[in-house]
Structures are given as C-alpha cells and as structure tokens.
C-alpha cells in the first residue's frame, strides 16, 4: 500500500501562523481602503447630467474668454462710427448786443480811423460748415447787423444783411482718398478682423469644449472600466479564500490575490483623480455656470458613436484655406495695406484745389443832423439781399506744390513694405493651416483604424480569460494567468476607450482645422 500523507494542522506550523496573520493585516488594510474609497464616492452621488450639445450652449454664454472677445467688434463699430463723425457738418450760431464809444483822434496804426462815435447794436451770425465724402469742403454763412447812434455828430440808423457760400474741392492730392478716408477705412477693416478674431475664438473654444468633453467620458468610462476589474479581482479573492479554506490552495496564493485587489484598488483612486481633472477642464471652459456647481460631478450622457468618416485632404485644404477665419484676418491686413498704399501714393501729387463762392448783401443806412432821429429800413436791406442787388461771385483754382517729398516718398515706400509683409504672412499662414490639415487628416484616418483594432482586441481578451477561467475551473490552468488575463482584459477595454475618445478628438480637430466645425454644428454668428 502507497503510504498515507500526514496531513498538517495550520495551528502546529509557525509559518502558516504568519502567513495568516500577514493576511489578517492586509485584509484590514484592504477594508480600510474601501472605505477611504467610498468616500468620494457617496460625496458624487449628485450628479449633473450634461450632453454635449448642451456643454457647447453653456459655453457659447458663458465662457469668459469669449465673453471678453465678443467686446473687441463693439469697440470696432464704436471707432468706425467715430470715424464718420468727420462728416459731420457743424452748425454756429451766435447773438450778442454791443455799445461802443470813441472820442477820435488819430491812431498812429490806422489814420483812416478819425471818428467820433457813439452807437449800440445788435449782431447775430450763423454759419454751417462740413466735408463730403469726395473731400469737398463747404461753408454757408449769414449774418444781420443793426446798429444806431451818433457818428461825426450825426445822428445814424442802419440795417446790414449777409449770406453767402464758399467751397474747395481737391482736384488731385486728396480727390480719390484722404485722412478721413483712410482713417473709415481702416477702420472698417479692423472690424472685420476683430469679428474674424471673434469666430476663430467660437470655433477654438467649440473645439475644445469637444475635446474636453470626450476626455470626461473617456477618463469617466475608465473609472468603470476599474471598478469592473476591482469587483473581479474581489470575487477571484473571494473564491481563491473558499480554496484555501478547502485545502485546494495554499495561503501563499490567497496573498497574491489579496496583492492584486490592493493594487486595483491603488488604479481606482487614480482613475477618480483624472475623472475629477477632466471635470475642473471642462467646468473652466462652460465659464461661471459651471464653476459654480464645482461640488456637483458632471455625468456626459453622450458617448463618443465613432463611425468611419470619409476625409478628403484636397477637399480638406479648400475649405480650410477659404474659410478659416485667421486666414481670413490676413485678407483683411492685406486689403487695409493696400488702402495705406493707395493714400501714400495720392499724397505725393501737388495740391491742386477748385473754389468757388458767392455771397449776397443787404443794406440800409441814414445819417441826420441831431436832433432829427435816423431811421433806416430794415425791408429795404432785406429786398437787396433778396434780390440779389449787391452779389460777389468767385470761381478759380489754388496750385500748391512742394518743393520736397522726402516724407511722403518715405511713407509710401513704406506701405508698400507693408504690403508685401502681409502677403508673406498670408502665405506663411497657408502652409501652417495646410499642414495642420494634413496631420488633423491622418490622425483621423488612424484613429478608426485604431478603434477597429482595439475592439477586436476587447473581443479577443474577453475570450481569452472566459477560456483560461474555464481551465482554472477544471484544474488546467495557473491563477497566476488567469490574474493576468484579466489585467489584460481590463487593459484591452481601457484602450479601446481611448481609442474611441481619440478618433473623435482627431474628427472635431480636423473640422476645426478646415474652418467647418461651426457649419457641422448649425452654429451662426451675427454681428450689429
């Protein structure tokens, strides 16, 4: 007969005594942690449920970054309408009374002033003034006059009416563009590249909004990716401790077991920090509305649906290059360079200017001996002017011409350096939004073709362990592989996770590349 083993009681050897009692201590550790861990988690339980068309919505109100762009075009339109202010006509008007008095003699300056006088009056001047947009400049004036005293020991009366006009209008510097010109349009491009500014900075923040937002779901569904892994470890704890206590394993290996519920445990604590990362970006980027909420864990509801996504790189290239909005911004720069060009160019002709005026004058005066007083008529001078009794008619032409143009040939030399400084950085900017293009196209080619691998690599992992946990069941197998295979299995789930985030970060960053992100979404922006 074969001999009998003797079978060994864990009470009569000192190592077992040891290896239980280590056991006790890490089982106390492990339930420690357990409970540290649960903390968190019973602190999230209210959660705020968020899809990602609403997290664009939040952010497009409330992002502060967008909010302090959105001022820069309402400053443009102010500086725009400052600018035709120029044209503004200006009216004076003014009233007054005199009373004035001289006792003669000569004055050395003036010897035609000998009068003695003594008279009061009564003035009023109006006048319009402005410039039209071809750089002519106008005037209109009107006058009234009346005034009665003693002149020369003579008793007088008088009325004195005055209209008139005059105007300049420049026949070659300043005709086609001048200052005021220049400065509307500049101005008026500089709106334009700040409402550009405006949707480039919609776009980037959409654009990161999305990003953001598949990161949460990414880190989010990791998170339950190593709860899932933590559980099985803990049932796999618990079936290995029924198998020790049956004799079937040793203590040795329920401490690798215990080793590897510890360790997951160690990975979920670190997959809930990066779930609490990936909320604090997202919550930065929906502004006010969501930072106020930060004691709330935000739960996406919307999971990445990655489908294969046909991408054309030369369709790619045409909707970027003549829809990116910072392309667009150089176009602008470029135009406003031309307009200095154009105004460089002009000043360097001669000033040649046209005039022309006519004005119109009433006038009624009486002179009496004293004590006779002097009446004049105020109708009569008001029928001079009327009538036209005493015009004055000018036409003729001002020719200035400088005899240096050092500043003005400086300037427009200058512009013109300007210019071809902007086309440099047009062309600069095509080539970088190209290649941005280009590599936002290959990440999204390579990203489906990851997330067919990794899903194929789920499958197989899933397999795999369901097929060595059969063999541990039936005693062909190590628990050393199964532990693995399911650190594979949860590994294999985490990168297909990521696959997944990845491929749709790579598609919101090639619509963002090729200036469509806000097309695909039916986001529009109108300005005032």
Not at 34 to 51: E, G, H, K, Q, V
């Amino acid at each position: 007969k074969a001999p009998i083993p003797k079978s060994r009681s864990p009470v009569s050897s000192p190592t077992v005594i040891r290896t239980a009692w280590l056991r006790l201590v890490l089982l106390q550790g492990a339930l420690l942690v357990c409970a540290l861990l649960s903390l968190p988690i019973a602190a999230a339980s209210d959660t705020w449920r968020l899809s990602l068309s609403d997290s664009i919505e939040h952010a497009l109100r409330n992002n502060r970054e967008l909010q302090v762009a959105r001022v820069v075009p309402e400053l443009g339109r102010l500086a725009l309408s400052s600018a035709y202010a120029f044209y503004d006509p200006q009216l004076i008007v003014s009233a007054r009374t005199e009373s004035a008095a001289d006792s003669g003699g000569f004055d050395p300056n003036d010897f035609s002033r000998d009068a003695i006088y003594d008279a009061d009056s009564t003035l009023a001047d109006v006048g319009l003034a402005g410039v039209l947009p071809s750089g002519l400049t106008y005037s209109l004036s009107g006058s009234y006059a009346a005034s009665e005293g003693e002149r020369n020991y003579l008793n007088f009366d008088s009325y004195k009416f005055f209209a008139g006009g005059q105007i300049q209008q420049p026949l070659l510097r300043n005709l086609w563009i001048d200052q005021p010109r220049l400065t509307i349009r500049v101005s008026r491009h500089q709106l334009r590249i700040s409402e550009f500014g405006v949707s480039y900075l919609t776009m980037d923040i959409v654009n990161r909004v999305q990003q953001a937002y598949y990161e949460l779901v990414r880190a989010r569904r990791d998170l339950e990716i190593r709860q899932d892994l933590l559980d099985t470890k803990r049932q796999f704890l618990a079936g290995t401790q029924r198998k020790i206590d049956v004799g079937m394993l040793t203590a040795q290996d329920g401490l690798v077991a215990q080793a590897q519920v510890a360790i997951q445990q160690s990975q979920l604590l670190l997959a809930s920090n990066l779930v609490q990362l990936a909320e604090h970006d997202l919550r930065l980027l929906l502004g006010d509305f969501a930072t106020n909420r930060s004691s709330v864990g935000i739960l996406p509801t919307d999971r990445p649906l990655v489908v294969p996504e046909r991408c054309d790189i030369d369709e790619s290239w045409q909707r970027g290059l003549t829809q990116r909005p910072d392309l667009l911004q150089i176009h602008e720069e470029i135009a406003s360079a031309k307009d200095q060009i154009r105004f460089a160019r002009n000043q360097l002709f001669p000033s040649l200017d046209l005039v022309a005026g006519y004005n119109r004058r009433g006038a009624s005066a009486v002179q009496t001996y004293p004590p006779t007083r002097a009446e004049a008529s105020l109708t009569d001078a008001w029928d001079q002017l009327a009538d036209g009794v005493a015009p004055t008619e000018m036409v003729g032409v001002v020719l200035a011409v400088p005899l240096g143009l050092s500043a003005e040939r400086a300037a427009y030399r200058a512009s013109r350096r300007l210019e071809a400084q902007a086309q440099l950085r047009l062309q600069q900017k095509r080539e970088i939004v190209m290649r941005e293009i280009a590599d936002a196209v290959v990440s999204a080619r390579s990203g489906w073709e990851r997330v067919r691998a990794a899903r194929s690599a789920t499958l197989l992992a899933r397999q795999a362990l369901e097929a060595e946990e059969r063999k541990l069941a039936g005693g062909k197998s190590e628990m050393f592989i199964v532990l693995q295979m399911q650190n594979d299995f949860a590994l294999a789930r985490s990168a297909e996770v990521l696959a997944e985030a990845d491929s749709q970060k790579a598609l919101s960053q090639l619509h963002f590349a090729e200036g469509s992100l806000l097309e695909r979404l039916r986001i529009r922006i109108e300005f005032e």
